[in-house]
C-alpha cells in the first residue's frame, strides 16, 4: 500500500535531518565567557561582565556601569567583583600585586585602608555537572605577611571560586551575588552567582530546529494523524476499500471536481476567444450542472461517480 511507506519515508527525512544537526555541533568554537558541554547545552555569561564606559559615552538608562557589590555579612568587609572582566573600580594598589599586573584584578576587598586582590581575571568558564564554575586565582598572598611581593615563588595566594545558578524566578531581573564563604586561612573565597544568563541556552549560531521547523513537523504528524487515522477508520470501521479508504474522499474528490471545472471553465473563456466551437461547449455544460461540482453528467466517469456518491450517502 502506498502510505504505509509514506510514514517511513518521513522518519527516515527526520532522522537524516537531525543527524546532520548533532554533526554540525561535534565542532566547537568556545569564546571567552561561554561553555558548550559535550551533550549540546550553552552557557554564556558575557552579558554578566561589567565593561568600562569609553571615554565620553554616556550610559544607557539600564546599563550597569557599577561593578558587583557583594555584601560580607558577618566578615568586617564587602567584596567588589566582575564576571570574566577586571573590575572597573580605580583601586589602589592591591597588596603584593605589581602595579603592571594591576588592571587585571576581577576580584577585592578593602580592609584596614588596605586593597587585597582576591584574584586575576579569568574567562575560564567550567562545567562541572550542571554548575558551571569560574575561578580567579593570583590575588594578594594569603596570610598576614604583606610585605612579600607578587615575584615570590611557591607563597600561597588568594583566589575566588564563583558558581552559578540558573535563576528561573521570571520577575528577577539582576543577578545577585552572594558571598558564601572562605576558608579558615582566609585564602580561597566562595561566590554564589543568581542569574537568568546562568539558565541554559540555545548555541546562538548553530539552532537545531527552529520555531518554524516545529510547526512544520508538527503539521507533518496532524496530517499524518489524520491520513493514517482515518484510513483506518474507514478500512475496519466502514470497510472501505481502494481509494474510498482515504478520509473524506467524496469531500475531496468534491473538491477536485470543483478545481477541474474551474479550471473547464477558465480555459473555456480563455477559448472563446478562438475560432473553435469545443470552448462554448464546454461551459454551457458547466452552466448546467447545479452546483457545479461534478454532478454536471460530463461522461459515463461522472455518472459512476454520481451513483456511488449517493451510494455513500445511502450507507451513511
Ligand atoms: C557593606 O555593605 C553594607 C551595605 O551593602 C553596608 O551597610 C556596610 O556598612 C558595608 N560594610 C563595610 C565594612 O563597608
Ligand atoms: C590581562 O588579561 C588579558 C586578558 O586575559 C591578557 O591578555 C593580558 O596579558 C593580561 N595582562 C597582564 C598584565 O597580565
Ligand atoms: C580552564 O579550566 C580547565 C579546568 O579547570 C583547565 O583544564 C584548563 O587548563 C583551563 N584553561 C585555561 C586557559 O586556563
Redesign the pocket.
Known amino acids: 500500500m502506498l502510505f504505509s511507506s509514506l510514514p517511513s519515508a518521513l522518519l527516515i527525512g527526520l532522522a537524516i535531518h537531525c543527524g546532520v544537526s548533532t554533526a554540525a555541533t561535534e565542532e566547537k568554537i568556545v569564546e571567552p565567557c561561554t561553555v558548550a558541554s559535550s551533550t549540546g547545552s550553552f552557557y554564556d555569561l558575557r552579558k554578566m561582565s561589567i565593561l568600562p564606559l569609553k571615554d565620553g559615552k554616556k550610559p544607557g538608562k539600564n546599563d550597569k556601569i557599577d561593578d558587583w557589590h557583594v555584601r560580607g555579612y558577618d566578615f568586617p568587609y564587602n567584596f567588589t567583583l566582575n564576571i570574566c572582566a577586571?573590575v572597573v573600580a580605580d583601586i589602589d594598589k592591591p597588596v603584593g600585586i605589581s602595579s603592571?599586573?594591576k588592571?587585571?584584578v576581577s576580584a577585592f576587598y578593602e580592609h584596614n585602608d588596605k586593597t587585597y586582590s582576591i584574584g586575576?581575571?579569568s574567562?575560564n568558564l567550567t562545567l562541572r555537572g550542571r554548575r558551571l564554575v569560574l575561578q580567579y586565582t593570583n590575588g594578594s598572598p594569603c596570610g598576614d605577611n604583606t610585605k612579600r611581593d607578587d615575584d615570590k615563588k611557591g607563597e600561597r595566594r588568594k583566589s575566588s571560586l564563583i558558581s552559578f545558578h540558573c535563576d528561573k524566578d521570571p520577575l528577577a531581573t539582576a543577578p545577585s551575588v552572594t558571598f558564601v564563604g572562605t576558608d579558615p586561612d582566609h585564602c580561597s573565597y566562595h561566590f554564589e552567582v543568581l542569574s537568568k544568563d546562568a539558565c541554559i541556552s540555545a548555541e546562538p549560531a548553530k539552532q537545531g530546529v527552529g520555531p518554524a521547523a516545529v510547526f512544520a513537523i508538527i503539521g507533518v504528524i496532524a496530517i499524518l494523524v489524520y491520513f493514517l487515522g482515518g484510513v483506518f477508520y474507514q478500512r475496519n470501521v466502514a470497510h472501505a476499500r481502494g481509494w474510498r479508504q482515504l478520509p473524506n474522499y467524496s469531500m475531496w474528490a468534491g473538491i477536485g471536481n470543483f478545481i477541474k471545472d474551474i479550471l473547464i471553465i477558465a480555459t473555456s473563456s480563455c477559448a472563446r476567444f478562438l475560432p473553435t466551437h469545443r470552448g462554448y461547449s464546454a461551459l454551457s455544460i458547466s452552466a448546467n450542472g447545479p452546483s457545479g461540482r461534478g454532478r454536471n453528467g460530463r461522461g459515463p466517469e461522472d455518472e459512476n461517480r454520481l451513483i456511488d456518491q449517493l451510494d455513500e450517502e445511502w450507507d451513511d
Request: hydrophobic share 25%; charged share 10%.
Open positions: 577586571p603592571n599586573l588592571k587585571n586575576q581575571l574567562s
